[in-house]
C-alpha cells in the first residue's frame, strides 16, 4: 500500500465520467476505477496470499455484509478488493456471484468480528488476541468540555451547534464503542486516528497531490507513534 501511493496521485487512481453532473442520473457512479484496478492487477499478480485474511463488503441485493478470505479464487481478488472501498455515488459497485458490491463501511467502519472469529481458530483464550484499529476520518472530532456556569450565557444557536458536535462524534466513534462492549475480553491495544484534518480537495473530498499524500503518510506514521505513548 504504501508503494501504491506513494508512487501515483489520486487522480492516477480514479477517473471523473464525463460530464459529471450527468453521470449522477444515467451511470452506475461518477467515477470510474478502471486505472486502480489495473494497477492492483499489475501488483498483485498470481502471488498467493502469505497470512490469514477478511475483506468486508456489502451486498446491495440482499442487504447483507459478504467476507473475503484468502482462499478465494485468483479471478476474484481484485474485483473483492475494490468491491470492499466501493463508496456508493462515487465508484462503481462490482458485480459478483449474483451480487452487486458496495464498502463494507455500509455494515460498519470497524468490520473485526469476522477475523476476530478467525483468530480464535489459532488461540484458545480471547485474551491473546490483540487487534490495533486504524481509522481514516477525513477530520478529527473530539468533545470540548462544557462547565455547568458556561451554560448559563450559551444560547440557542450554541446548544444547537453542541448537538451537532456531540452527533458527529458519536457517529463516528459509536462503531469502535459497540466492537469493544462486544468483545470485552479482546485486547484492544492500539487506536490511532488523526491527529489533524486530512486532505480533502474537490467536489469529492478524495482528490489529493504526491506531495499531499506523502504528508499523510507522515502524519499516519506520527500518530501511530503517538498511540504507543
Not at 480471547?126 to 477525513?138: G, Q
Not at 462492549?181 to 488523526?194: E, Q, S, T
Request: hydrophobic share 35%.
Amino acid at each position: 500500500m504504501m508503494k501504491l501511493y506513494s508512487e501515483h496521485n489520486t487522480s492516477e487512481l480514479f477517473e471523473f465520467r464525463t460530464p459529471t453532473i450527468i453521470a449522477a442520473f444515467t451511470e452506475n457512479s461518477i467515477m470510474k476505477t478502471t486505472p486502480l484496478r489495473k494497477i492492483i492487477e499489475e501488483n498483485m499478480g498470481d502471488r498467493p496470499f502469505k497470512r490469514k485474511l477478511s475483506i468486508a463488503s456489502s451486498d446491495l441485493n440482499k442487504g447483507q455484509v459478504i467476507y473475503f478470505d484468502e482462499t478465494m479464487a485468483n479471478d476474484e481478488r481484485v474485483d473483492a478488493i475494490l468491491s470492499s472501498a466501493a463508496i456508493s455515488f462515487a465508484f462503481p459497485p462490482v458485480n459478483m456471484r449474483d451480487m452487486t458490491l458496495v464498502d463494507g463501511s455500509l455494515f460498519s467502519t470497524v468490520s473485526v468480528g469476522d477475523p476476530i472469529e478467525r483468530c480464535r481458530e489459532e488461540v484458545t483464550r480471547d485474551e491473546d488476541i490483540i487487534i490495533d484499529v486504524i481509522l481514516c476520518y477525513e477530520d478529527t472530532y473530539e468533545i470540548e468540555d462544557w462547565s455547568l456556569p458556561e451554560t448559563r450565557w450559551r444560547t440557542a444557536l450554541d446548544f444547537y451547534r453542541r448537538r451537532k458536535e456531540i452527533n458527529k462524534y458519536y457517529y463516528y466513534e459509536e462503531d469502535i464503542m459497540r466492537i469493544t462492549r462486544g468483545y470485552h475480553n479482546i485486547n484492544f491495544r492500539l487506536l490511532i486516528k488523526p491527529g489533524i484534518p486530512l486532505t480533502s480537495n474537490g467536489f469529492l473530498p478524495i482528490n489529493a497531490t504526491h506531495e499531499e499524500i506523502m504528508n499523510e503518510i507522515g502524519q499516519g506514521y506520527l500518530d501511530g507513534l503517538n498511540a504507543t505513548d
